[in-house]
């Protein structure tokens, strides 16, 4: 498996009994290379505050995800700028050989589990993932509607079954 392009590792034997405040900012090449793989135009900004605790064999990563970033428009291929303040709360945990646990239902105060192996974590590539997950999926630039009209795609006010009862008001 290659590097993550964004790669901050924490050795777990550096951390002590209280939180350890870290800030982390990718640079102009680990920028371009997350880019392109998430498939962004670019990403101007990405930096990371974090406190990083100890909690036995967990590490416990709490903190805010800034970028910013330009992605193309669904409808119009055109850049649409995005600024992203993500708040994150994530626990590390040692990688498992066992059989995979059932799944269970998390309420949105709990935190992501992420495992990790040989002694650290690597909070880059866990914030990196934190940004894949904060992005707009269908960015739309504002002449998205347009440009949609255009090409000949109607709205959903003009599809489905309240449209067609809509086209035969006044008919019957």
């Known amino acids: 498996m290659s590097e993550p392009e964004f790669s901050r590792s924490v050795r777990i034997d550096t951390l002590g009994g209280g939180a350890r405040p870290m800030t982390i900012e990718a640079s102009e090449s680990e920028r371009a290379a997350l880019a392109r793989r998430f498939g962004l135009i670019g990403i101007e900004t990405l930096t990371a505050t974090a406190e990083v605790s100890r909690e036995g064999d967990a590490i416990l990563a709490t903190g805010t995800l800034n970028a910013a970033v330009a992605q193309a428009c669904v409808a119009s291929g055109k850049p649409v700028p995005g600024q992203i303040d993500e708040p994150f709360a994530l626990r590390f945990v040692p990688q498992s050989d066992e ?11 709990d935190l992501d589990v992420v495992p990790y192996e040989s002694g650290a974590i690597d909070l880059g590539e866990a914030v990196a993932q934190t940004l894949a997950l904060a992005l707009d ?18 709205g959903e006010d003009e599809a489905g079954p309240f449209a ?9």
Request: glycine share 6%; no cysteine.
């Open 137 to 154: 999926p269908f960015p739309r630039a504002p002449d998205a509607d347009a440009v949609l009209r255009e090409a000949g795609v109607i």
């Open 99 to 109: 059989a995979a646990e059932p799944e269970i239902e998390l309420e949105e105060a």
């Open 164 to 172: 067609a009862l809509k086209a035969l008001r006044g008919k019957l």
